[in-house]
């Protein structure tokens, strides 16, 4: 890989393992449905232009089917699985959290299976069964750690399962609409939806957003979810799905770093060794990835 294909994937770890502790105290202040929804109408905003260019090269225009297509995308993830994993940072630890969001492959693998046909073998039955140590371990539900919570964890684990579910769905028509159009609109028209709820309920939109707290808003809207998916996808361009995928196994390690830096969250032992099966299990998977791609 050259110095570009670098920046990209150093770029996108950094942001993306910064995600959970800027969440965190943004959540401190603002309401679990105010922060998704402005963080991905921000993203989906900044996502835009290039999504319109990328549209344009390819001559590729959006069906009335596509349209339903990503507002399903976007409800899925924005609305359920983005929505619960902010609560789940709220009433958890951020480096749990970020572990947890992490385990989401596995149930891509699991998911795959059943939609897209991709054939469960032995192989990811083993990334299964370490990986699902891996998430035991991290959360240690017999003995939690300070600051989380038996509710926080089962927001994050349901935020991982969508997201997977997500991410598998995502795959029926990336191929045709284009990664950063298909992500840049499910982000945006998830977010439309997630208004009708706010409004139901009496949600925030904008309220409680001041000088205090504005910087942290634009950089979880800006920065992590807008500039974060962008070098991601420009990463998956330059050297392939493969070496892009190494960001995820630099967010594990970085981001309970962080939060023991900025949170002061204990990095303990269940934690070290749960991010150690979840990296044994995405190296099997990887390499597994990497041998079908070459036959």
């Known amino acids: 890989m050259g110095k570009k294909e670098i920046s990209y994937i150093v770029i996108t770890a950094i942001l993306f393992s910064t995600m959970e502790v800027a969440l965190k105290i943004a959540g401190n202040e603002l309401d679990a449905f105010q922060v998704t929804f402005i963080r991905f109408a921000i993203g989906g905003l900044f996502l835009l232009p290039f999504a319109l260019i990328d549209m344009k090269k390819r001559q590729i225009s959006l ?5 339903l297509y990503l507002t399903g995308l976007g409800v899925l993830c924005i609305c359920i ?10 009433h958890a630890n951020a480096n749990l959290v970020s572990v ?20 469960f073998t032995k192989r990811k039955a083993l990334v299964l069964i370490i990986s699902s140590l891996g ?22 684990v349901i935020a991982a399962v969508t997201f997977g579910l997500y991410t598998t769905i995502g795959k029926l028509r990336i191929a045709r609409i284009g990664d950063i159009p298909q992500t840049c609109f499910s982000f945006l028209i998830g977010s439309i939806v997630m208004l009708i709820p706010m ?12 000088s205090s707290n504005i910087l942290m808003v634009l950089y ?17 361009h330059a050297c392939g799905p493969s070496n892009a995928s190494i960001v995820f196994f630099l967010k594990p390690m970085f981001a309970p770093l962080i939060a023991l830096v900025i949170l002061h969250e204990a990095l303990t032992w269940n934690i070290i060794v749960g991010i150690a099966l979840l990296l044994t299990g995405s190296m099997i998977n990887l390499r597994s990835a990497k041998k079908r791609n070459c036959s």
Do not use: W
């Not at 069906?63 to 349209?67: F, H, K, L, N």
């Not at 994993?85 to 709220?90: L, P, S, T």
């Not at 035991?136 to 089962?154: D, K, R, W």
């Not at 409004?199 to 409680?208: C, Q």
């Open 100 to 119: 947890i969001i992490c385990s989401n492959p596995i149930f891509v693998m699991i998911f795959a299976h059943f939609i897209v046909g991709d054939k």
């Open 220 to 236: 979880i809207g800006v920065a992590v979810t807008g500039i974060g998916y962008y070098t991601y996808f420009q990463a998956i």
């Open 63 to 67: 069906s009335r089917s596509d349209v």
């Open 81 to 90: 699985s983005m929505l619960f994993f902010q609560v789940g940072i709220v």
């Open 199 to 210: 409004m139901i309920m009496d949600k925030p939109i904008l309220a409680g957003i001041d």
């Open 135 to 156: 998430l035991v371990f991290a959360a240690n539900p017999f003995n939690l750690s300070e600051g989380n919570t038996p509710f926080g964890i089962i927001c994050a």
